[in-house]
């Protein structure tokens, strides 16, 4: 499920709170207004009960010599809708639309009663006159409709109170987050290579400018960090190259001398291949500081990058010899991209180079090439054992080597993808891996293409079987 934006959930906020405080509002309005009516009520069945009991008193004077069940009978009583005149327990009078419910409380009480008569709702007061108590009542059909208006006009309203209030809540948190959403377009733009920008100064001294200071003086710490880690890397990368080729230079001499014994030259050897490894290390780091401190020079020039491949493959086809494996290549005629040959040549031999060191014994190994929209498309693909899960982004880490590569029977140092890749962005391209499985696993290397030959092999597949 999709999370809503901040906007999204400062007006839904809005929102519910407006609904809430209105409908607690309306609910006290008509409580109000409910007391105020029935207050009015009282007081008018006050009024009323006042003038029937001088109409009581009247016929009473009246119609002394009458007998007390025939007194209220008569037509000259007011005809009051509801009421009901009781001498003690004896009943004198009960106006017709009472029928037969009984109006007077259980207990005595002073406070007005609630009955509901024929689907109305009737508000009585027992009143009392001399030994005459009587029960006077009136119809709540106007209280009711009063509620019943409020609450039309209050459902009416509240739609359009509500999403006034949402629009109002989404602008005012769009205008407060417009500022955060252009430190986050300017931070997005910032990475290693590019640790010299900086948000914009702030034009308010509120949250929102200390944030961009906050974060303005993290980029300076972390510039100065990885300035002298690069500057520590490529100082350290010139320092050691010197040593180590002089050091190999002086293994290659005693190397050629006839005095030195068997195993004397086994061991300078060794030294010499781990002089070399060391060597290929040092050249990888210095390249690698350069590119992070933008200073990888590079020679532009239209290169042909099939041309590239197959020059490549002679050397491809002695690396993959001793295991058996058959190179495989899908290419046009030509593709052509603006770079510099000598470092594309070793990212691609990189690549190559990966897809035959983990691979199975008499594997295969997949160079494809193709163009689309304005890009070369290199895809290096190997019968490798996969990568293992997780490892995704991890492999193009500097010296990173997975768990199954750590043994001495796959040669390396871990910085050839690494490189691959420096080399690949500082072209303005990149290297992905596109699938890894059990049965595949394949790289692709993008550059930004001049333009290409339509025309592919016949055979489209130029197989060379080394067994």
Same mark, same amino acid.
């Given at each position: 499920?999709?999370?809503?934006?901040?906007?999204?959930?400062?007006?839904?906020?809005?929102?519910?709170?407006?609904?809430?405080?209105?409908?607690?509002?309306?609910?006290?309005?008509?409580?109000?207004?409910?007391?105020?009516?029935?207050?009015?009520?009282?007081?008018?069945?006050?009024?009323?009960?006042?003038?029937?009991?001088?109409?009581?008193?009247?016929?009473?004077?009246?119609?002394? +010599?009458?007998?007390?069940?025939?007194?209220?009978?008569?037509?000259?009583?007011?005809?009051?809708?509801?009421?009901?005149?009781?001498?003690?327990?004896?009943?004198?009078? +009960?106006?017709?639309?009472?029928?037969?419910?009984?109006?007077?409380?259980?207990?005595?009480?002073?406070?007005?009663?609630?009955?509901?008569?024929?689907?109305?709702?009737?508000?009585?007061?027992?009143?009392?006159?001399?030994?005459?108590?009587?029960?006077?009542?009136?119809?709540?059909?106007?209280?009711?409709?009063?509620?019943?208006?409020?609450?039309?006009?209050?459902?009416?309203?509240?739609?359009?109170?509500?999403?006034?209030?949402?629009?109002?809540?989404?602008?005012?948190?769009?205008?407060?987050?417009?500022?955060?959403?252009?430190?986050?377009?300017?931070?997005?733009?910032?990475?290693?290579?590019?640790?010299?920008?900086?948000?914009?100064?702030?034009?308010?001294?509120?949250?929102?400018?200390?944030?961009?200071?906050?974060?303005?003086?993290?980029?300076?710490?972390?510039?100065?960090?990885?300035?002298?880690?690069?500057?520590?890397?490529?100082?350290?990368?010139?320092?050691?190259?010197?040593?180590?080729?002089?050091?190999?230079?002086?293994?290659?001499?005693?190397?050629?001398?006839?005095?030195?014994?068997?195993?004397?030259?086994?061991?300078?050897?060794?030294?010499?291949?781990?002089?070399?490894?060391?060597?290929?290390?040092?050249?990888?780091?210095?390249?690698?500081?350069?590119?992070?401190?933008? +200073?990888?020079?590079?020679?532009?020039?239209?290169?042909?990058?099939?041309?590239?491949?197959?020059?490549?493959?002679?050397?491809?086809?002695?690396?993959?010899?001793?295991?058996?494996?058959?190179?495989?290549?899908?290419?046009?005629?030509?593709?052509?991209?603006?770079?510099?040959?000598?470092?594309?040549?070793?990212?691609?031999?990189?690549?190559?180079?990966?897809?035959?060191?983990?691979?199975?014994?008499?594997?295969?190994?997949?160079?494809?090439?193709?163009?689309?929209?304005?890009?070369?498309?290199?895809?290096?693909?190997?019968?490798?054992?996969?990568?293992?899960?997780?490892?995704?982004?991890?492999?193009?880490?500097?010296?990173?080597?997975?768990?199954?590569?750590?043994?001495?029977?796959?040669?390396?140092?871990?910085?050839?993808?690494?490189?691959?890749?420096?080399?690949?962005?500082?072209?303005?391209?990149?290297?992905?891996?596109?699938?890894?499985?059990?049965?595949?696993?394949?790289?692709?290397?993008?550059?930004?293409?001049?333009?290409?030959?339509? +025309?592919?092999?016949?055979?489209?597949?130029?197989?060379?079987?080394?067994?």
């Amino acid at each position: 499920m999709k999370r809503l934006t901040f906007r999204g959930q400062v007006a839904l906020w809005s929102v519910a709170v407006a609904t809430i405080a209105l409908t607690l509002f309306a609910a006290g309005a008509a409580w109000n207004l409910r007391r105020e009516l029935v207050e009015n009520f009282d007081q008018e069945m006050q009024e009323k009960a006042a003038a029937f009991a001088a109409e009581l008193d009247e016929q009473r004077v009246n119609g002394s +010599r009458q007998p007390r069940d025939e007194l209220f009978s008569t037509e000259e009583l007011p005809r009051f809708p509801y009421v009901e005149v009781r001498d003690g327990q004896r009943l004198l009078y +009960r106006s017709p639309a009472l029928g037969k419910q009984d109006v007077f409380p259980r207990e005595p009480r002073a406070q007005p009663s609630e009955v509901t008569l024929q689907g109305h709702r009737i508000r009585f007061r027992v009143f009392r006159r001399g030994d005459i108590t009587f029960a006077l009542g009136k119809d709540l059909q106007a209280v009711d409709d009063a509620l019943a208006g409020l609450l039309r006009a209050y459902l009416i309203t509240l739609p359009l109170v509500v999403i006034a209030v949402g629009a109002g809540g989404w602008l005012i948190a769009r205008r407060a987050v417009a500022p955060i959403q252009s430190i986050t377009t300017q931070a997005e733009k910032i990475s290693a290579s590019d640790l010299h920008q900086r948000m914009p100064a702030p034009v308010a001294e509120d949250e929102i400018g200390q944030l961009t200071r906050v974060l303005n003086e993290m980029f300076d710490r972390l510039q100065r960090s990885f300035e002298q880690v690069t500057r520590f890397t490529s100082d350290a990368s010139h320092e050691l190259k010197t040593p180590l080729a002089l050091m190999q230079a002086e293994v290659e001499d005693a190397l050629e001398s006839d005095s030195i014994a068997s195993e004397q030259r086994q061991l300078l050897s060794d030294l010499s291949e781990q002089c070399s490894r060391l060597s290929q290390i040092v050249d990888g780091l210095l390249l690698l500081s350069r590119a992070d401190d933008r +200073r990888l020079a590079l020679e532009q020039e239209p290169v042909d990058l099939v041309r590239l491949v197959r020059e490549l493959m002679e050397d491809a086809e002695i690396l993959a010899e001793p295991a058996g494996l058959s190179l495989e290549c899908q290419l046009p005629d030509a593709m052509i991209a603006f770079g510099d040959r000598r470092l594309l040549a070793q990212a691609v031999m990189n690549l190559i180079d990966n897809a035959i060191k983990y691979n199975h014994a008499g594997g295969r190994v997949a160079v494809t090439a193709a163009a689309a929209g304005g890009e070369a498309v290199l895809k290096i693909g190997n019968t490798g054992p996969g990568l293992a899960s997780g490892e995704g982004e991890q492999i193009f880490d500097r010296f990173y080597r997975g768990d199954s590569s750590h043994s001495n029977e796959t040669p390396g140092h871990g910085l050839g993808l690494s490189i691959a890749r420096e080399i690949a962005r500082a072209h303005g391209g990149d290297v992905v891996a596109v699938c890894s499985d059990p049965q595949w696993t394949e790289f692709r290397l993008v550059l930004p293409a001049e333009g290409v030959a339509q +025309r592919i092999p016949q055979s489209g597949v130029d197989a060379h079987s080394l067994s």
